[in-house]
């Protein structure tokens, strides 16, 4: 219990960073609870499906903080919201496909085969339901089953020959290749629905606050080109809420001196 438990810190302190995807996470469950597992179930199966269940608990869990915790509040920002371009019109292809209830094998392909810190954290910035992206993330289960097992035949295999070590080097190509697939097939359903579903597209309202910020900052470089600008007052702009067209109206030729007063 207590390996479990270390592990199950460890790996959700590592899905917390940025830079490490989820492989290392799987595999580390392998070499490490699957042993333990296997010797206190008495088969190694046992233990590298209660290893496998772990990983994947770890994810699941791991996919709710990165959403709430850190998309959740990066998606208060408008300079974020602006920085991943929120109303393009392949951030609103990603949402409705998202949004769409259950599990559908386009959804299935962005949750499971996109980079996993990006794209919790895109769907926390998107306020997303967690529920139904835990949902469309169940498929994930199977290449962590894969990957886990190989750490586990791994650890087997340094002690009974080669038959294991030959097995987890065909687990981990196969686990290998359904991340990248996936991740094409994304893209291309991403594009297919940027696309073919113009219509659907404009009945998802634009964050306003993110066109007023770009607003903002274009009338500023046009304003202070070439004068010297302090970044306090350079942040203050860049920084401060604008409730939608209440401070700024995008209709009249006010808003230029709106901007300079």
């Known amino acids: 219990l207590s390996t479990t438990l270390v592990y199950m810190a460890s ?126 993330s169940l498929p994930h289960a199977f290449p962590i089953a894969l990957i886990v097992t190989a750490g586990g ?15 987890s080097n065909v687990l981990v190509a196969v686990a290998t290749l359904i991340y990248p697939v996936l991740f094409v097939l994304a893209v291309i359903r991403i594009g297919d629905t940027a696309t073919q579903r113009k219509t659907d597209l404009e009945q998802i309202v634009d964050d306003e606050e993110v066109e007023a910020h770009h607003l903002v900052t274009s009338i500023l470089s046009d304003n202070f080109d070439g004068m010297r600008v302090s970044s306090e007052i350079k942040e203050s702009f860049l920084n401060y809420p604008y409730p939608n067209s209440n401070i700024i109206n995008l209709n009249t030729k006010d808003t230029n001196n709106e901007i300079k007063h």
């Open 153 to 167: 035949m791994l650890v087997k295999g340094g002690g009974e020959g080669g038959f294991y070590l030959a097995l």
């Open 11 to 136: 790996g959700l302190t590592m899905f917390l960073l940025p830079p490490v995807p989820g492989m290392p996470v799987y595999l580390c469950g392998g070499l490490i609870i699957c042993p333990r597992a296997e010797a206190e179930f008495q088969n190694f199966w046992v233990g590298a499906l209660y290893a496998s269940a772990i990983a994947f608990v770890v994810k699941l869990l791991a996919i709710a903080m990165q959403q709430k915790i850190i998309g959740g509040q990066l998606g208060h920002l408008v300079s974020v919201r602006r920085f991943v371009q929120i109303n393009s019109d392949t951030m609103k292809a990603i949402k409705l496909i998202l949004q769409v209830p259950g599990m559908n094998a386009d959804k299935v392909t962005i949750l499971v085969g996109g980079p996993d810190w990006p794209t919790s954290v895109l769907t926390g910035i998107m306020r997303l339901s967690v529920f139904q992206m835990l949902l469309g």
